[in-house]
């Protein structure tokens, strides 16, 4: 029973991560046309540049579920470079679950077609599809990332269907959007999501419903409107949910130099635990874009044969 909640929880999760990024950008969502021009050109500009750093913290906690109690911080660094595909990543910190502390000491370079990673135990490298292959059938995904992110939904079944209502999703309704005041000179943009009014809007209820009842081992056998009632009463549960990003642009480079997303989740009515509840932020900070990066292979590398 543990499991099937958790399938639920991080099935919304992904459910939430593969709908916002399709909102329409036709509207200010609240924002004076000229802060709204801003903010999106230098949400482009940063899209658009082939190379950058990066540094970040991860906070999480998980707490108040029994047999799951989760807190930690992880420190991360890094380059990228989609020029010549380049990739660094290494981190330090710890998670301490169940009263047991775990380093968070990881580190990772693509180069080209190669990944490298290190998680404590010596380097080991890889063709890049390879290992791409052997996570996504570990995963046991109904579909391909890439066919989702590209808009296809054929492999999905009847909810491949239901995921064509979300054209006819009106985003305004939640997604609100403000400058706050500027900080260290950077203009203040703050983007809040309405999680449950969205999960129990009419186009996606029944999308989180058959996806519920998947997890649950009964999708397949829900019809759409049982599916619907079920997304509707489980968006309600989320009715203390909150999701925000906020980002600090340099308004005289036109670029996006922190971002910092908050998510806090009280789990409570879901779980049936009481004070349950997830909460996690990244703050992300950005800089040197558009300057020549050079990520070196690291000696001593053992490959991992393909398949294993």
């Known amino acids: 029973m543990k499991y099937t909640r958790f399938a639920v ?19 200010t969502f ?14 482009a500009n940063s899209a658009a540049a082939q190379s ?30 989609t020029a010549d595909m380049q990739f660094s990543l290494a981190t330090t910190g710890s998670l301490t679950a ?26 080991q490298g890889s063709k890049l599809e390879d290992l791409a292959a052997t996570a996504g059938g570990a995963a046991g995904l109904p579909v391909n990332p890439e066919d989702l992110a590209s808009g296809d939904l054929s492999g999905m079944g009847d909810m491949g269907g ?36 969205l999960l ?3 186009e996606l209820s029944g999308v989180v419903g058959m996806a519920l009842g998947g997890a649950m081992g009964g ?3 829900m019809t759409p409107e049982q599916a619907a009632q079920m997304g509707q009463m489980m968006g309600m549960m989320f009715a203390e ?19 910092v997303l908050t998510i806090n989740l009280p789990l409570e009515a879901i779980l049936g635990a009481p004070g349950a509840v997830v909460s996690l932020t990244f703050d992300i900070n950005l800089k040197n874009f558009d300057q020549p990066v050079s990520i070196e292979v690291p000696e001593n590398v053992t490959m991992v044969e393909s398949g294993s």
């Open 9 to 27: 929880l991080f099935c919304l999760l992904a459910l939430l991560v593969a709908v916002v990024p399709a909102f329409a950008q036709d509207e």
């Open 30 to 43: 609240g924002l004076s046309p000229e802060d709204f021009a801003l903010f999106s050109a230098a949400n």
């Open 52 to 81: 950058l750093a990066y540094d970040f913290t991860l906070d999480l906690t998980v707490a108040g579920i029994e047999d799951t109690e989760v807190s930690g911080s992880i420190n991360g660094t890094g380059e990228l470079s």
């Open 98 to 123: 169940n009263g047991e502390e775990t380093p968070t000491i990881v580190e990772v370079r693509v180069i080209g077609d190669m990944v490298y990673f290190n998680i404590g135990e010596g380097w």
């Open 162 to 197: 239901m995921m064509g209502d979300l054209a006819t999703l009106d985003s305004t309704e939640y997604v609100s959007m403000e400058r706050l005041d500027d900080m260290d000179g950077r203009a203040h943009f703050s983007t809040a999501l309405d999680i449950a009014g």
């Open 200 to 202: 129990t809007s009419e």
């Open 219 to 221: 999708g397949s056998e």
């Open 241 to 259: 949910a909150t999701l925000t990003l906020d980002q600090y642009v340099n308004a005289e480079t036109e670029l996006v130099d922190q971002t």
